[in-house]
């Protein structure tokens, strides 16, 4: 009696290492996340318009990409080419990547343009800028094109970062320059349109003169 006893009890001791040695199994499939996530993850808000955070976000944090690299004309030394050498300079090209790459996404959030009774320079009979309601129609009349905008100025980004990665202080000029398209060509569309023949102009013009590498905006000349 006592041996049929511990019998049963070894015979259940065996199936239940069956059955917990399946269960890791099935634990390891991957479970869908729940949807309660997203809401776990909050919304979205915004606190500026686009126009500050143009000013307090997006140009300052490409200013680490665009003053990595340049020429500049010292009195005593002549030309000097600036290029990152350091770790701490890679360092500061690397911020403003990640800068960019993650804050142009705060552009998807729906945000006022300009600050209330901001109306831009969009008076005058030769107005240089949109208004934020010309702006705003537009970006409604096509906000593929809006999107699109923001998704160059992110590959741009990650361009960077991988050559943060490679430390390729060559590569730097193209992206620098590819950087400066990706903001030109969303100003160009939802900003200022009209500058758009004229910089086309004075960016050949300045090449020309100058060579490579310096259009309006590396001199300064351009609003951006
Ligand atoms: C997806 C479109 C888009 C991209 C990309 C973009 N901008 Fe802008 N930016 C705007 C718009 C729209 C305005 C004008 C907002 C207004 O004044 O109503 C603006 C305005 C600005 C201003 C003016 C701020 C002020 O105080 O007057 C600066 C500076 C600026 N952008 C810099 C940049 C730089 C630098 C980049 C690239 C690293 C960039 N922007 C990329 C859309 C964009």
């Known amino acids: 009696m006592g041996v049929q006893k511990w019998l049963v009890v070894a015979a259940l001791g065996l199936s239940m290492c069956a059955c917990s040695a399946s269960k890791p199994a099935e634990a390891a499939k991957p479970t869908p996340a729940p949807v309660a996530t997203q809401a776990l993850w909050g919304e979205m808000k915004p ?3 686009v126009k500050e955070l143009m000013r307090d976000m997006i140009d300052p944090a490409s200013d680490y ?3 990595s690299v340049g020429i500049f004309i010292d009195k005593k030394k002549g030309r000097i080419e600036r290029i990152p050498k350091t770790d701490e300079d890679w360092d500061r090209v690397r911020m403003g990547a990640v800068m960019l790459a993650e804050g142009v996404y705060l552009l998807k959030i729906p945000r006022p343009f300009a ?3 901001d109306e831009n320079n969009s008076t005058g009979p030769e107005p240089e800028e949109l208004s934020p309601a010309q702006i705003k129609a537009k970006l409604e009349r096509d906000p593929v094109l809006w999107n699109a905008k923001i998704e160059a100025l992110r590959n741009v980004g990650l361009e960077v970062l991988e050559i943060v990665k490679r430390k390729d202080a060559n590569e730097l000029w193209d992206a620098s ?3 400066d398209a990706a903001c030109e060509n969303c100003h160009l569309e939802f900003w200022y349109p009209g500058e758009k023949e004229f910089l086309r102009k004075l960016d050949k013009r300045l090449e020309d ?4 590498r310096t259009g309006a905006r590396k001199l300064g000349m351009s609003p951006r």
């Open 65 to 67: 990409v665009f003053d």
């Open 209 to 212: 003169m100058y060579g490579p």
């Open 47 to 49: 606190i500026v318009s």
């Open 115 to 117: 600050p209330a009774g």
């Open 177 to 179: 320059d590819n950087l």
